[in-house]
């Protein structure tokens, strides 16, 4: 029997050899390795399978209050896997181990397998705040070919191809985690392709979502959407005047190594300054080297294929002027009823119409709600503030329901300064529903106290929503209370806009943590009081958190109880204590219902008796609010004891 020839025989199969060897790569793993995929040049799901390894320390000496991601955080900048040939060269398994001799720290890598596109690394890792780790996945290619890498972390996020850094995204503030946030531009070789991930974390939300997208398909549609894309903002923030070209890590897709120019020009077109950055980075200009008055900025971005991709927006240095008050607000900036009696206003977001009823019986008096849904706010006995969006649609829902008996305002934008919104566009919308309504004031809501100055100047009411729960410091609430007055020319009454919702993977306030934030910010010169939120986004405040709801409902009813005293005018006179160390803070305030001793302790975890200088009151009493307890004014000293956020008010008799 003749022997077939073995070099023939190789000839003949090796085009069946090649399909099945292929066949077998795509459907077992590589060296037990789980987190595999393959990619044809279409758009992949969302990786669900991945090996993962942590956590390991960021910031381990860090404030989870004052948390940046900046050069602070130390773990986002080491490399944990040197003992596995370092981050770039990083091949894990399941069961492969990291050690880090330095921090005596031992981990090893694991399979696993999410339910869900987003990969939920607070339910995976603990500890999971202030934190880094890392996440590893295959992709099998058929041939060298271009795709995107389409991500979002929360927060930094820094990507490894096959030992080169393609992506580092690590935003000073951080980030939520979102689908398709950043569009990374790859090439993937031939065969085998590793991708190692690593995602940092201040406090509250966690996690990556990944896929692999068709690169011809996303560069079309970021060309067909070019307006969104090369968006230019510009806030001013304390003394820097921020300019941000392009959504990030998305116009960047049509040319990755090439910068944006951003040029600031005065009012005759003279240039003033200019920087340059990658697209979606944050440019600062000092304000102090730009003139005052009108400026123009534009971005310039070159690409192979579009040339010059130009943005234009002007920016105002300077006071914007203000328009007179509205006809609803009294000298004591507090708005008049349907009766021309001035009223605390009271009211939530995420009111359905359903509880419209429940609402008001619950001590509310009005509640954001859109224009279709101002006939049901007004059968309930309530106002409505009303949101507006764009200047076409203000437009046409002021003239509508200007004259409708609900109005209470009109809901200009949210949060501009966050959203990095037009100030002059924001601006021409604050006159624009003057000039329509003279009567109802607008207000805007804002986060960053840094803006309150310029966006302040942009709105009749100025709301501020200081959410610090885990996130922030709880003493801002007061504080920034303070600041927005301090910002205005003292005709604008300033809202306390108050957390009532938890973040992802944190929590509520606590009831002594919102009594004390609400009084807080009437005792700082709050004129109304709103409250973030009662429904949405999966959560309904009676019935998530029942304890919190009959303590909101207390306080609403002490709040109505009191409102002549929220009213009048003024802040009231700042009254200090016999030792300049205590968290003690108090004001006295006087009004129809007599005069009034608000006091807090701001420490969250130290009780303190204090003693509080009153020498206008020698030798008199004083009732605590809602107790039967009262206490004497002796020789100009009022003593007390206080839990941690302890609140108290006493009627001076």
């Not at 200047?391 to 008996?405: E, F, G, L, Q, V």
């Not at 003057?434 to 310029?454: F, G, K, M, Q, R």
């Not at 009813?557 to 802040?571: D, K, Q, R, T, V």
């Amino acid at each position: 029997m003749n022997r077939p020839d073995k070099g023939k025989w190789y000839m003949k199969n090796m085009f069946l050899i090649t399909a099945i060897l292929f066949l077998l790569l795509s459907t077992v793993s590589y060296g037990d390795q789980k987190a595999l995929y393959q990619f044809t040049g279409k758009d992949t799901a969302y990786f669900r399978d991945w090996l993962l390894c942590g956590p390991f320390p960021n910031d381990p000496d860090g404030d989870p209050v004052s948390y940046k991601h900046d050069d602070r955080c130390e773990g986002f900048y080491t490399d944990y896997l040197k003992s596995i040939g370092g981050q770039a060269n990083a091949h894990p398994q399941d069961g492969t181990p990291v050690k880090v001799p330095e921090l005596n720290l031992k981990c090893e890598w694991y399979y696993y397998q999410s339910e869900t596109d987003k990969i939920p690394f607070n339910a995976v890792f603990e500890p999971n705040d202030m934190v880094v780790a890392y996440a590893f996945c295959q992709v099998n290619s058929k041939g060298r070919q271009k795709a995107i890498l389409s991500l979002g972390s929360n927060d930094g996020v820094m990507v490894f191809l096959n030992g080169k850094k393609i992506h580092e995204n690590h935003p000073v503030n951080g980030r939520w985690l979102q689908k398709d946030n950043d569009y990374v531009p790859v090439i993937l070789r031939s065969g085998l392709n590793h991708f190692l991930f690593k995602v940092d974390e201040g406090t509250g939300d966690f996690g990556l979502v990944a896929r692999l997208l068709n690169y011809e398909a996303i560069i079309a549609s970021i060309r067909r959407n070019l307006d969104s894309h090369k968006a230019l903002s510009l806030v001013a923030e304390n003394e820097l005047l921020v300019a941000q070209f392009g959504r990030p890590y998305k116009i960047s897709a049509l040319d990755p190594s090439e910068e944006a120019l951003i040029e600031i020009f005065d009012e005759k077109s003279k240039k003033c300054a200019e920087k340059s950055g990658l697209p979606g980075s944050q440019l600062n200009f000092l304000l102090d080297n730009l003139p005052d008055g009108f400026l123009l900025a534009r971005a310039t971005f070159k690409t192979p294929e579009e040339g010059k991709i130009i943005s234009e927006r002007r920016y105002f240095k300077g006071k914007l002027k203000r328009h007179p008050s509205v006809r609803m607000l009294n000298n004591d900036l507090v708005p008049l009823g349907d009766d021309g009696k001035p009223f605390f206003p009271i009211g939530t977001y995420g009111a359905p119409a359903e509880d419209y009823n429940k609402l008001k019986d619950a001590g509310y008096n009005f509640v954001v709600a859109g224009a279709k849904e101002l006939d049901e706010v007004h059968q309930a006995g309530l106002k409505a503030a009303v949101p507006v969006h764009g200047i076409s649609a203000m437009r046409d829902t002021i003239i509508k329901y200007r004259n409708h008996p609900a109005v209470l305002c009109w809901m200009l934008y949210d949060e501009p300064g966050y959203n990095r919104a037009d100030l002059l566009e924001i601006y021409k919308m604050y006159n624009m529903a003057y000039e329509l309504d003279p009567a109802h004031p607008s207000y805007l809501v804002i986060t960053i106290n840094s803006v309150y100055e310029t966006f302040g100047r942009c709105c009749d009411v100025l709301c501020i929503d200081t959410y610090p729960i885990e996130k922030g410091n709880i003493v801002d609430v007061g504080d920034n209370i303070v600041l927005a007055y301090a910002a205005s020319d003292g005709d604008q009454p300033v809202w306390h806009c108050g957390q009532m919702f938890k973040w992802p993977a944190q929590r509520r306030p606590t009831p002594r943590e919102h009594r004390f934030m609400s009084y807080f910010a009437l005792m700082e010169g709050a004129k109304g009081m709103l409250w973030y939120t009662y429904k949405g986004y999966g959560q309904y405040l009676p019935e998530d958190d029942p304890g919190l709801w009959r303590a909101h409902k207390k306080l609403l009813y002490e709040l109505n109880e009191l409102s002549p005293l929220w009213m009048a005018a003024g802040s009231g006179e700042r009254v200090a204590t016999t030792d300049d160390e205590t968290p003690i803070r108090a004001r006295l305030k006087k009004c129809a219902l007599g005069t009034w001793l608000i006091a807090v302790n701001t420490s969250k975890v130290n009780a303190c008796t204090a003693e509080l200088i009153l020498p206008q009151f020698q030798n008199t009493r004083a009732r605590v609010y809602g107790t039967d307890r009262r206490l004497t004014i002796s020789n100009g000293r009022l003593k007390d004891y206080f839990l941690p956020l302890d609140v108290r008010i006493y009627q001076i008799q």
